[in-house]
Nanobody, 124 residues
Framework: QVQLVESGGGLVQAGGSLRLSCAAS????????MGWFRQAPGKEREFVAV????????HYAHSVKGRFTISRDNAKNTVYLQMNSLKPEDTAVYYC?????????????????WGQGTQVTVSS
């Protein structure tokens, strides 16, 4: 059974930091682009960041660029999202996902596997 399990979410004050982890099991995703998406209440799911299979290419949504960093450890089959300088508008459920391509994309339709999500709440 293939699973992606996110962890590391929580409640943090504005300006604070959190590090999300996404651990994969059931198969290796070392040849897949991996992405992070988020969904706030009443809003559609939106792209946050993506990293290519080897970690050599990353891409971020404009709203998080310079504050968030995506990385991966293929030996651990784990992807991370370091979130700094958090803002109340970053409040959402964060999901990791595995793309069917080597590099991934900002389009959620390119992703075959999804985690259950982890809640991030940023207070003002």
């Amino acid at each position: 059974q293939v699973q992606l399990v996110e962890s590391g979410g929580g409640l943090v004050q504005a300006g604070g930091s959190l590090r999300l982890s996404c651990a994969a099991s059931g198969r290796t995703f070392s040849s897949n682009g991996m992405g992070w998406f988020r969904q706030a209440p009443g809003k559609e799911r939106e792209f946050v960041a993506v990293i290519s299979w080897g970690g050599g290419s990353t891409h971020y949504a404009h709203s998080v660029k310079g504050r968030f960093t995506i990385s991966r450890d293929n030996a651990k089959n784990t992807v991370y999202l370091q979130m700094n300088s958090l803002k109340p508008e970053d409040t959402a459920v964060y999901y990791c996902a595995a793309s069917r391509s080597f590099v991934g994309s900002s389009n959620y339709r390119d992703y075959d596997y999804w985690g259950q999500g982890t809640q991030v709440t940023v207070s003002s």
